[in-house]
């Protein structure tokens, strides 16, 4: 059983957190082979293999139907949130933003697979075994990263902004960030820490991606956890037992996007349920996980008006 998270603890991409990198990379390997109209990943597929988790692997490669192990709506958010992190970030280095930060890249492959623009530089932040994990299996695979990929191997609970910095991050240059699939998963003064320092390593111009989950009703979150608990059964009936519940920080916490607002960061906002529509994918039903309120922000940092 997945021990419940605590300061200090650590993991690869196959235990823990770091076993969710591996979960996402799965689920945009089956969205990639069912439909690349909005997603197009080809590394997820080798990446989830060179990790080497049976039930994922076979998941990923399609020889296992996802059925009720990979519900459909995972599948749909992969595709919707995917999407929306590719637009983010073309559209920020097509309008003249040279400085990409993907915190918390796990298995992102975007430094391999999108069409950066000349002179763009795409920083990953993530755990060191992480990256050079990344980086070995890429290598073995053939692949060229599309952009000038530089590293910071270091966990973000250390001081990550030293480690950007020494692979060659200029703070007086605007600069895109995406802490994408991340927040839920730091205690909430560790959220509030991390948009702190992306705020304060951005100049003016600066552009921020990440998702902001309402605070809680009564009963919401007792029902998000029943939700995560009977997923893993399932799971765990193919000898994968993830105990998804147990991985995340539940209670309230400051929302993302009114707190980068007060930070200075103007903002736009659209909920996963309003992606779904707009990308012509089947409303969510059951909505047990809380998805449909999720909202992915995106906006832009002007340090005169903070």
Request: hydrophobic fraction near 40%.
């Amino acid at each position: 059983m997945t021990p419940t998270r605590y300061d200090g603890d650590t993991w690869d991409l196959a235990s823990s957190v770091g076993a969710t990198a591996t979960m996402a990379a799965m689920t945009r390997a089956i969205a990639t082979r069912a439909d690349r109209s909005l997603i197009d990943d080809p590394f997820a597929e080798p990446l989830v293999r060179a990790v080497g988790i049976d039930l994922l692997t076979r998941l990923a490669t399609g020889e296992l139907p996802p059925e009720d192990l990979v519900e459909q709506v995972a599948i749909d958010g992969a595709k919707v949130r995917t999407k929306f992190y590719d637009e983010f970030f073309l559209d920020a280095t097509n309008s003249g933003i040279t400085q990409v930060v993907i915190l918390a890249s796990g298995l992102d492959s975007r430094a391999y697979r999108l069409p950066w623009p000349t002179g763009t530089v795409v920083y990953e932040v993530d755990q060191p075994q992480v990256i050079e994990f990344k980086t070995r299996a890429l290598a073995e695979l053939g692949a060229v990263p599309t952009a000038d990929r530089r590293v910071a191997a270091v966990d973000l609970r250390e001081d990550w902004p030293t480690a950007l910095r020494t692979a060659g991050f200029d703070p007086a240059r605007p600069s895109a960030w995406s802490a994408e699939g991340l927040l839920g998963y730091l205690p909430p003064e560790a959220q509030d820490r991390l948009l702190d320092t992306i705020t304060e390593l951005s100049a003016s111009g600066s552009r921020v991606a990440t998702e902001s989950r309402p605070n809680p009703r009564p009963g919401d979150e007792d029902k998000t956890k029943e939700g995560l608990h009977r997923i893993s059964e399932r799971w765990r009936a193919h000898g994968f037992d993830p105990d998804m519940a147990r991985l995340r920080y539940f209670g309230e916490r400051n929302e993302a996007a009114p707190y980068l607002t007060d930070h200075g960061w103007a903002l736009n906002a659209i909920s996963t349920r309003d992606l779904f529509a707009a990308n012509d994918l089947p409303p969510l039903k059951n909505d047990d996980l809380r998805m449909g309120g999720l909202l992915y922000v995106s906006g832009t940092l002007d340090k005169a008006t903070k």
